[in-house]
């Protein structure tokens, strides 16, 4: 293994392939370093497999090496993407069904193929810069290795670089659930008496031998419907040390089981079973950086144009409550494509670092909406632009001519703020999109695409 390289990329989620996939393109010595066995994060090992969203009010606002990405693994799977013209239908619906191991293997090939080098099963121990830029110790299978790189790329999706180089994170007084991901088999709906499921339920919650959230939505009936998959939430969480990282996954699979036993005592669901699972518990949101600038929610429901914006996001804010009263869910105004800034993904006071994905400087409003896979992934592009353009031309990455990066980011199929323009809504179709309904009878991941839109 090289021990330096231009660039740095730590965490092979959703912001860090096309981190490392563009540093690579732009020429830079690049490593990508991933603790799981499989690039993708949250999309393959954590198991939400419908990434979104790419369009907005029918236009593509989201492009580049993400997209690239997963339109090539939905042909290579033999899948078919969403109308993505039918703007008007729940955001759910407009997300793209991938199979996670055709995605993961995309990936593999995307981030060699650019030239990239790939070290999955491994961590960044220490952190520190100097005059001569970064150096970082990799925790691996063989032991400690050193590395130098001229920039760094944290798509951890804790800010974990951040914290290992003493630069202060941020987290919200009551953080989100994680999900574990599953799909429930053995069963016909039409044959439960589902009134009757639910008031065992509540009798259970009232017993305590289920936790008022365990159930996303409150609702039995949702809940079977949609076959369990992506339904669970999983309280108390934390991220960011691998302790606490511990903790969920132990929670994860109690709270998994848990339903499962009160399930198999129900009439009709004698049978029940798991007929998919992933292995890791999804977090929503652990830690954030402090940035040079912070998206606040009503920058991001207002489709502020940052004078530094860098990508696009489209998502409905999606805050997901920790005690059991369900999902807020808030449609965006027609017409409304959020912007993100490079101020916000730069750690106040670094030196040539970058955070991508979730992690990077907003309120907790602003980021359930810009936390979801496409938005990671037009991230993770320009960050690979901002480290590459740094290290090449010696120049920090706030310094870097805003012209210049976006040119690059262009040239490599991306699409940037103010590419798309949203046309006047017709006068006979309603003032909101369809993105989202109320807490009470809808989520943001009700997975119909199979049916009922691919």
């Not at 730069?346 to 990077?360: C, E, F, K």
Request: glycine share 12%.
């Amino acid at each position: 293994m090289t021990m330096d390289y231009d660039v740095v990329v730590v965490g092979g989620g959703t912001a860090g392939g096309p981190a490392a996939v563009q540093a690579a393109r732009l020429g830079a010595r690049t490593l990508l370093v991933e603790k799981n066995g499989a690039l993708g994060g949250t999309t393959t090992v954590a198991g939400v497999s419908l990434p979104g969203l790419f369009h907005a009010w029918g236009h593509q606002v989201i492009a580049g090496i993400g997209w690239e990405t997963v339109s090539r693994s939905v042909r290579e799977a033999g899948l078919s993407l969403p109308d993505f013209t039918r703007w008007d239908l729940p955001h759910h619906r407009l997300q793209v069904r991938v199979s996670p191991a055709v995605l993961a293997a995309v990936l593999d090939d995307t981030v060699v193929s650019a030239g990239a080098e790939l070290l999955l099963h491994a961590i960044v121990a220490e952190a520190e810069h100097d005059a001569d830029g970064w150096r970082l110790a990799l925790a691996t299978k063989d032991g400690l290795h050193r590395v130098r790189a001229g920039a760094v790329v944290d798509c951890t999706g804790d800010a974990d670089i951040v914290a290992l180089a003493g630069l202060p994170r941020r987290t919200p007084p009551r953080r989100q659930p994680g999900t574990i991901m599953v799909r429930l088999g053995g069963y016909d709906l039409a044959a439960i008496d589902v009134d009757a499921v639910q008031a065992a339920h509540d009798d259970a919650v009232q017993r305590g031998d289920l936790m008022p959230a365990d159930l996303a939505h409150n609702t039995v009936g949702k809940f079977l419907r949609v076959r369990g998959e992506n339904a669970i939430h999983v309280t108390g969480v934390q991220g960011g040390t691998s302790r606490d990282k511990t903790a969920a996954e132990l929670a994860g699979r109690r709270t998994l089981l848990r339903i499962l036993r009160f399930l198999r005592r129900q009439p009709g669901l004698e049978d029940v079973r798991i007929e998919s699972w992933a292995v890791e518990t999804g977090i929503r949101e652990s830690w954030t950086i402090d940035g040079y600038a912070t998206i606040t929610v009503g920058d991001y429901v207002s489709g502020r144009v940052w004078p530094d914006a860098l990508s696009n996001s489209f998502y409905p804010i999606d805050v997901h409550r920790p005690d059991g009263d369900g999902i807020d869910i808030r449609p965006l105004p027609y017409g409304t494509v959020p912007t993100i800034p490079r101020s916000a993904m730069i750690p106040r006071g670094s030196t040539r670092m970058v955070v991508a994905g979730r992690a990077i400087s907003g309120d907790q409003d602003a980021s359930s909406a810009y936390r979801v896979q496409a938005s990671s992934m037009a991230m993770g592009q320009s960050a690979g632009v901002l480290a590459a353009r740094a290290v090449a031309t010696g120049t920090d990455v706030m310094d870097l001519p805003l012209d210049v990066i976006r040119a690059d980011l262009r040239a490599h199929g991306a699409i940037l703020p103010g590419d798309v323009v949203i046309p006047p809504l017709p006068d006979n179709r309603p003032a909101q999109a369809g993105q989202g309904r109320t807490a009470a009878t809808a989520g943001p991941s009700d997975p119909s695409p199979t049916k009922e839109s691919a």
